[in-house]
């Protein structure tokens, strides 16, 4: 049991591509950090069962699964500390998920911001407005909210895109808790404006979506050419440029300390040509990644290592998640009889 004055910080990661730089600045590394903080109970797991919505190559998905998994680990999360986890091996996961089905509005799930775009580029395109639509993706919040109510988790830290989410879990736990009795703790989405979005290769938000992304881990000489394609504008050297106004300024400070990024302020400035910027933008990002590589390299070279651990995050996560759902069960009617 946690103690009350505990704070259960729940955030998952879908797993159906490659961690990016953007992953890692804006979700990986601070939760990391957070998960050494006192007081906290960290539950961080790889969404898997989301990971279907999206994508329905396999390999693909089993692949992500073990990278998401490797770059935490590569990253020093304290596994003893932090429940880390796999969703699908969670079983209390799914079936809570049915729960919460039976009790969420389909006209909350109407107002989902992942189905109204596919709806209204359907309609854009003057196809059926459900055109490709699958029932995943059209309850995929509900699937979220068991993920985040079955460890009663109070902040749920996401990306802006995940705000309504959170909130519909809100929602749905709390009709559940109007008609079935007091269960669930209402989760808080919690949004870091000090967190940096970054932006990918062409400018716009780094997402796989876009394929705009600089993976975290591919070799040295990749991440070098990933970093020499970021879009840049015409000024020539000795020519003031804004740094403001730059991706690659923007991913400098994401990873530079306070010093470094008045320095390369001066430096824009000063006129520092592009190819000077991204050269020493690459030997930043390069020093800090160099470590966490050696040890993401071994680690997907040992995937029956990183199942241990798994399989352990998945022991722990069983034995708060089971009792819960024990409860839920009956308080929805399902036990066994006499
Ligand atoms: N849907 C989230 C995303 O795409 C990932 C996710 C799944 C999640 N379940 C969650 C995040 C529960 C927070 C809590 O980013």
Not at 129 to 154: C, E, K, Q, R
Not at 230 to 251: H, M, R, V, W, Y
Request: with cysteine; aromatic share 8%; proline share 5%.
């Amino acid at each position: 049991m946690t103690s009350t004055a505990t704070t259960r910080v729940l955030t998952g990661i879908t797993t159906s591509g490659t961690p990016h730089l953007g992953n890692y600045v804006g979700a990986i590394r601070p939760a990391i950090a957070a998960s050494r903080e006192a007081g906290q109970q960290s539950y961080y797991f790889l969404a898997d069962y989301h990971a279907l919505i999206k994508c329905q190559q396999p390999e693909l998905v089993h692949q992500s699964t073990l990278e998401v998994a490797a770059t935490w680990l590569a990253f020093g999360l304290d596994t003893d500390r932090a429940l880390f986890y796999r969703q699908s091996d969670v079983p209390e996961i799914p079936e809570l998920t049915w729960y919460l089905t039976c009790m969420a509005a389909k006209g909350l799930m109407n107002r989902s911001h992942a189905y109204k775009a596919a709806v209204q580029e359907n309609t854009d395109n003057g196809a059926d407005p459900d055109f490709g639509v699958t029932m995943g993706l059209f309850s995929y919040p509900v699937l979220m909210a068991a993920d985040i109510l079955i460890f009663n988790a109070h902040k749920v830290p996401v990306g802006r895109d995940q705000i309504q989410h959170v909130e519909m879990a809100r929602d749905i736990a709390q009709r559940f808790n109007h008609h079935y009795g007091e269960h669930f703790t209402l989760p808080e989405a919690v949004v870091d404006d000090q967190v940096a979005v970054l932006q990918g290769l062409d400018g716009r938000k780094m997402s796989k979506s876009y394929g705009n992304t600089i993976p975290l881990f591919e070799d040295e000489k990749k991440l070098r050419k990933k970093i020499n394609k970021i879009k840049t504008n015409l000024l020539e050297p000795g020519e003031p440029k804004d740094p403001d106004d730059s991706a690659l300024f923007q991913i400098w400070q994401a990873f530079a300390s306070p010093e470094q990024c008045a320095q390369m302020r001066a430096a824009y400035a000063e006129g520092i040509g592009w190819g000077e910027a991204k050269k020493q933008l690459f030997e930043l990002v390069n020093s800090q990644l160099a470590a966490p590589r050696e040890r993401y390299n071994a680690l997907i070279a040992n995937p029956a290592e990183i199942e241990v651990v798994l399989q352990k995050g998945a022991q722990r996560a069983r034995t708060e998640a089971a009792p819960l759902l024990a409860k839920l069960r009956t308080a929805v009617g399902i036990r066994p009889l006499g």
